[in-house]
């Protein structure tokens, strides 16, 4: 989703009106909680169901929550434009219709952001996550952005705004390694979660992803199947690396150094990676789709501590002379 230019001038003077405002004070409980029907104690939702009901950012259908529902980008507006009304004191105000005119429910909220220079095309289509984060990037304040996790990286985002709610513990990603999944839609229940961690900041997450550098060697992704059973490289890669540390492991103690035609049991071992791996799986190598059959497991290995040795050597400034006093 793409912000205008004027909306530059306009976040710096929300930044600037809310600096001395805590998430707490812009968002307090304004409604009872009506006891959503479709909202079940102690469901992970609840709680973030109830918090966005009582500070008035998301409503319920009637009764329901519809926790499952997907959220449309003119819902996401209205989360925003309702946020922004909160932090900053400005109005949304009402549209009356002309005579005869029929205006979408969602109309005042497009327009107040709009009125902001925040573009929000097409509001009846299912909102992404990218679209989620632009959207409210653009209203909430860096000082309520608080960080609380040091995330510089993400498998597949740059996005600073992105990386802005990772780092304040509103984002966590969609699996360990922290995958943003920029494209992928959003329920109310995952949209509450993450409302209700901007208005309460105890909610907020600490989070440190898992390690990525298998799947960068391996060029996989998490999600890529590597077997017609449906087992990802999610599972496969890193039970495959635990099988090669274990092997490292036992040759340090017995002081000789790391080598794939080295046995165990009488077996080399790249065919004891390969096997155990197999074997741990219930596969065999003829149910491997493609992506599993282009799989070099030494050419991946190789890769790996490539990646690993540039990481410590960056980490540790092992190529720099210390410097002289």
């Known amino acids: 989703m793409k912000k205008l230019a004027a909306l530059v001038l306009s976040a710096a003077l929300l930044a600037g009106s809310a600096a001395a405002i805590s998430p707490e004070e812009a968002f307090p409980k304004v409604n009872e909680y009506p006891g959503f029907i479709d909202v079940e104690a102690g469901s992970w939702y609840a709680d973030p169901a109830r918090i966005c009901a009582e500070v008035g950012l998301m409503q319920g259908t009637g009764q329901a929550f519809a926790p499952d529902q997907l959220l449309t980008v003119g819902e996401v507006a209205a989360i925003a434009a309702r946020m922004n009304e909160a932090i900053t004191g400005e109005p949304i105000i009402m549209a009356t219709p002309k005579p005869g005119e029929t205006m979408p429910w969602y109309f005042i909220y497009v327009d107040y952001l709009e009125h902001l220079g925040i573009d929000v095309p097409n509001p009846t289509k299912q909102a992404t996550r990218q679209e989620f984060v632009t959207l409210l990037a653009a209203v909430?304040?860096?000082?309520?952005?608080?960080?609380?996790?040091?995330?510089?990286?993400?498998?597949?985002?740059?996005?600073?705004?992105?990386?802005?709610?990772?780092?304040?513990?509103?984002?966590?990603?969609?699996?360990?390694?922290?995958?943003?999944?920029?494209?992928?839609?959003?329920?109310?229940?995952?949209?509450?979660?993450?409302?209700?961690?901007?208005?309460?900041?105890?909610?907020?997450?600490?989070?440190?992803?898992?390690?990525?550098?298998?799947?960068?060697?391996?060029?996989?992704?998490?999600?890529?199947?590597?077997?017609?059973?449906?087992?990802?490289?999610?599972?496969?890669?890193?039970?495959?690396?635990?099988?090669?540390?274990?092997?490292?492991?036992?040759?340090?103690?017995?002081?000789?150094?790391?080598?794939?035609?080295?046995?165990?049991?009488?077996?080399?071992?790249?065919?004891?990676?390969?096997?155990?791996?197999?074997?741990?799986?219930?596969?065999?190598?003829?149910?491997?789709?493609?992506?599993?059959?282009?799989?070099?497991?030494?050419?991946?290995?190789?890769?790996?501590?490539?990646?690993?040795?540039?990481?410590?050597?960056?980490?540790?400034?092992?190529?720099?002379?210390e410097t002289q006093g």
Request: glycine share 6%; aromatic share 12%; charged share 20%.
């Open 140 to 321: 909430v304040p860096q000082d309520m952005l608080s960080p609380i996790n040091t995330i510089t990286t993400l498998p597949d985002s740059t996005d600073p705004d992105v990386l802005a709610f990772y780092n304040a513990g509103i984002l966590t990603g969609v699996d360990t390694w922290g995958t943003f999944a920029a494209d992928k839609t959003l329920t109310r229940a995952e949209t509450a979660a993450m409302v209700a961690r901007v208005a309460r900041p105890a909610l907020r997450q600490s989070f440190t992803p898992a390690d990525y550098t298998p799947f960068t060697a391996a060029g996989l992704t998490p999600s890529d199947v590597l077997f017609t059973n449906g087992t990802t490289a999610g599972a496969w890669l890193p039970y495959v690396q635990e099988l090669i540390d274990g092997l490292e492991t036992d040759c340090a103690a017995q002081g000789m150094e790391f080598n794939w035609f080295n046995t165990v049991d009488g077996v080399t071992f790249l065919d004891y990676v390969k096997n155990t791996a197999l074997s741990h799986f219930g596969v065999t190598a003829k149910e491997g789709t493609d992506l599993y059959k282009n799989f070099d497991v030494q050419v991946y290995y190789c890769k790996y501590m490539d990646l690993y040795t540039a990481h410590l050597e960056d980490k540790y400034d092992l190529d720099k002379p």
